[in-house]
Every structure is written in structure tokens, then in C-alpha cells.
């Protein structure tokens, strides 16, 4: 019997290894139903995984409160596992408060950090801003292996008289593990603060500054600088620039790692806000503090591409591609400096690496386009802007560039479909009005030429 069980529950987790689902959730289905098999019913939690892989959530939890009901209670990891399982499926189908009833039992019964976190996540969805202060704290107290209170040092130790000691080899795996833990203790904190700190109070500021200092008196003083560069991030997102500037420059004389990153934000609004002098100065500021910042040196390279030092843009676009090899902003950028400085292949060189790593960007494929036609190759320039209008067949400027290049190219049939097209979303296009009525006048066919000229 024993023997029997164990091949049929192999063939089911195979099964399911190899993506045959409907396969394992059958052999599976024959094993619990088997009533000689008296612990099969814990295999209803398999049942529920798969389920909840295909995205059946309401399925997935059938399954696991089927087989909760049919483990002890002092089997209480396995309770908890279970328990965890169908919490994060009742997230999945945004049934809240059940969810929140799941991981709230998990909280008192066995905490742990992705179950304080979830519960925040599902205080923030209900809008409870008193329960998401208290899920907060909550999270807050959950002090995992390997992390302190003050979480500014690193994985070394000091002696009494300061001096750093090196306190473990390399390669050592409970160290190693402890880092980790650390690593997920901030990630959990820094999002969940990010997430409710903007409506956690009566005003975003508010909010901000009640979460940043909740996480300076509990120790966590770089999660709460972090959150101080978020709550200017939040404000550059609802064009609050004022506020948002206000915050970034209060880092000036901060830790340098985090003026840096103020610095570099502060660098892009200037430029987007056409102050380049300050743009220039904050970039060169960022990328000071540190040079292997790709956003830093894209920002510096801008400025120098404005005041027209092509060669010394050029080198800083270059380095942040070294930096940082799948920037894409870096390298879009280098197209369009080669471009400027009349090195077409080059440009084109560009913006077809770019295109591979961004294949349905619509700015990449109109300059690789307008590049093939300023070369004087008509086909491939109609090929790419095809592929473009595809993209926004709505789009009058594109139907209007395709139709140019097919007139052109002395395709008329293809151009007058172009023109008109574009006509057809943007009627008030001088060029494509023109080009319409000279070509009816053409055919001779005067009265469809004359409502045309007459706009």
C-alpha cells in the first residue's frame, strides 16, 4: 500500500514539474479519494499550489482549507503554511478582509515578516488608516535575525576603540544569511512606508513626516532617508515642484551618497525646467560624489550636448552604457548627439541596438527611419515607418511622413491612402491639405481639389 501511494504521489509531482497540470491535479484527486491512503488529505495543499498557479484562486483556497481541516492542531508550522497560502489567494482575488482575518491569526500565532508586510498591504487596500498605522508598527517590531536597530552599519564589527574587525571569512553562510534577512527586513519596511506614507495622515505631508520619524525612533534612519527621497519623488509626480525642490536640497548637506541622489534629481528638474545652469551644477555635483552614477552622467551630458561640447556629451554617454550596459536613455541619447554632428551611420548604429532592446518604442523607430531617409534609402525608411504606423495607426504626423515617402518613392496610390488618412485625424495639416488638393488638380479632378484649397 505504501508503495503504491508513493508511486502514484511521484507521477502526480512529476506531472507537475512538467507543467502537466490537469494530469497532476488528476492523479492527485484519485490519491485523496482513496480513504486506505489516511494522510492523503494533506495532499490537497499540492492541489491547491497548482491552482494557484493557473490563477484559480477560489479554487486554490478550497483546497487549502480542505486540507487544513484535516491537520492537527499541533502540526502548527503546517497550520501556518497553510494559513499564509490562503491569505495571499485571498489578496489575489481582493477579498480584503478575509485576508486580513488569515494573516492576523498567522500574527498570532507564528509572525514573520511577508505576513506583517501582506497585512499592511491589506490595511492600505480597506483605506483603515488606523490599522495601517498599527499593521506599521507591527512590522516595525518584527526583528528578524541579523538586523539591529541602528541599520546604518555594515557586516563588520567594531572594536571598543572603533576600530573595524574583520568578523567572519568569506563564504561564510550564516553571515551570509543574516545579510539576506537584513536585506528583506529593508526592502519590507522601505515599501510598505513608500506605500502609506502619502495617505497614512490628513495630507501627504503629514504623512510623510509621521512615518519618517516613526522609522528614526525604531532605528532605521536610512530607511527614513530613503523615505525622504520618495516623499520628493511623490511631489515631482503631482507637479508640486515647489515642495519637491524644497525637500531634495535639504540633503546638500547630508551624507554624500544621499546628496548625490538628490543632487541627480535636482539636476533633471532644473533641465526640464530649462534652468541648465543649475541643471550643470547639480549634475556635476552627483556625479562627484559618484562617478559610477549612470544617471548622473546622463544628466551631465545633456547639458554638454545643449552647450554644443558633442565630444565631451559623447564620452559621458559612453561611460554610463559602461556603467550600466542596458540604459537605454544613455544610448538614445548617443543616437541623437551622432545625428546632430552629422554622423548618420553611426546614429543608425544606435538606435538598431536600442531598437533590439526596445522593440516597440515608437520614438526609436521614427528616428531610424527619418535616418534611412535623410541616407536617401526610400525603402527601408517606408519599411520602418510601416512598422511605426502599425504601432499608432492613429497618428497624423506618421501617416503623414509615410505618405510623403511613398509620394516620393512615386507611389501615388499609397500616398493619397497616407494623406488621407492623416487628413482624417488632423485636418488642419498645411502641407497634407496641399498635397491633397495639388493632387486631385493632377488628376484633373477639380471639384474634389477646391474643398481642400479652400480650408
Known amino acids: 500500500m505504501d508503495l503504491r501511494f508513493s508511486v502514484f504521489f511521484n507521477l502526480a509531482h512529476q506531472y507537475h514539474l512538467c507543467g502537466f497540470?490537469?494530469?497532476?491535479?488528476a492523479t492527485f484527486e484519485q490519491i485523496v479519494k482513496n480513504r486506505q491512503y489516511t494522510l492523503s488529505g494533506r495532499l490537497r495543499v499540492n492541489m491547491g499550489n497548482i491552482y494557484f498557479e493557473q490563477k484559480r484562486y477560489g479554487q486554490a483556497v478550497k483546497m487549502y482549507r480542505m486540507a487544513l481541516d484535516q491537520i492537527p492542531q499541533s502540526y502548527k508550522y503546517m497550520r501556518v503554511g497553510i494559513m499564509r497560502n490562503i491569505g495571499i489567494s485571498h489578496l489575489r482575488l481582493r477579498q480584503f478582509q478575509d485576508a486580513i482575518e488569515s494573516f492576523e491569526a498567522i500574527m498570532r500565532e507564528e509572525p514573520d515578516l511577508s505576513t506583517a508586510f501582506n497585512l499592511v498591504l491589506c490595511y492600505y487596500a480597506t483605506g483603515n488608516k488606523s490599522q495601517m498605522k498599527h499593521g506599521f508598527s507591527i512590522l516595525l517590531g518584527m526583528r528578524d535575525t541579523g538586523t539591529s536597530r541602528a541599520d546604518g552599519g555594515g557586516d563588520g564589527e567594531t572594536s571598543e576603540e572603533g576600530e573595524p574587525q574583520e568578523s567572519f571569512v568569506q563564504g561564510d553562510a550564516l553571515r551570509e544569511t543574516m545579510a539576506e534577512r537584513k536585506r528583506t527586513t529593508t526592502h519590507f519596511l522601505t515599501q510598505a512606508a513608500k506605500l502609506m506614507a502619502p495617505i497614512v495622515e490628513r495630507d501627504p505631508v503629514s504623512g510623510f513626516d509621521y512615518v519618517t520619524e516613526l522609522l528614526k525612533s525604531e532605528g532605521y534612519p536610512s530607511i527614513a532617508n530613503e523615505l525622504e527621497i520618495a516623499k520628493a519623488m511623490y511631489f515631482l509626480k503631482k507637479r508640486n515642484y515647489v515642495q519637491a525642490v524644497e525637500t531634495l536640497r535639504a540633503f546638500e548637506k547630508r551624507d554624500q551618497a544621499l546628496a548625490a541622489r538628490a543632487a541627480t534629481n535636482l539636476s533633471f528638474y532644473y533641465f526640464v525646467d530649462n534652468d541648465f545652469r543649475n541643471a550643470e551644477k547639480y549634475a556635476s555635483l552627483a556625479v562627484k560624489a559618484d562617478h559610477y552614477n549612470a544617471k548622473a552622467l546622463i544628466n551631465k551630458g545633456n547639458c554638454l550636448f545643449l552647450r554644443k561640447e558633442y565630444e565631451k556629451a559623447k564620452e559621458l554617454y559612453q561611460e554610463a552604457i559602461n556603467v550600466e550596459a542596458d540604459f537605454v536613455e544613455a544610448q538614445y541619447n548617443l543616437g541623437l548627439l551622432s545625428c546632430e554632428r552629422g554622423d548618420l551611420k553611426a546614429g543608425l548604429e544606435c538606435f538598431q541596438k536600442l531598437q533590439?532592446?526596445?522593440?516597440?518604442?515608437?520614438?526609436?523607430?521614427?528616428?531610424?527611419?527619418?535616418?534611412?531617409?535623410?541616407?536617401?534609402?526610400?525603402?527601408?525608411?517606408?519599411?520602418?515607418?510601416?512598422?511605426?504606423?502599425?504601432?499608432?495607426?492613429?497618428?497624423?504626423?506618421?501617416?503623414?511622413?509615410?505618405?510623403?515617402?511613398?509620394?516620393?518613392?512615386?507611389?501615388?496610390?499609397?500616398?493619397?491612402?497616407?494623406n488621407l488618412e492623416s487628413y482624417r485625424y488632423y485636418p488642419v495639416n498645411i502641407d497634407v491639405i496641399s498635397w491633397l488638393g495639388a493632387y486631385w488638380v493632377k488628376l484633373e479632378y477639380f471639384e474634389k481639389a477646391i474643398p481642400f484649397f479652400e480650408r
Request: charged share 20%; proline share 4%.
Open 356 to 418: 533590439s532592446v526596445v522593440p516597440n518604442s515608437t520614438d526609436v523607430l521614427y528616428h531610424i527611419s527619418s535616418i534611412y531617409d535623410k541616407i536617401g534609402n526610400l525603402r527601408m525608411a517606408t519599411k520602418w515607418m510601416e512598422l511605426l504606423v502599425a504601432r499608432v495607426p492613429s497618428d497624423p504626423v506618421a501617416l503623414a511622413y509615410l505618405g510623403d515617402l511613398y509620394s516620393r518613392d512615386g507611389d501615388e496610390t499609397q500616398a493619397l491612402h497616407y
Open 21 to 25: 497540470t490537469s494530469e497532476a491535479l
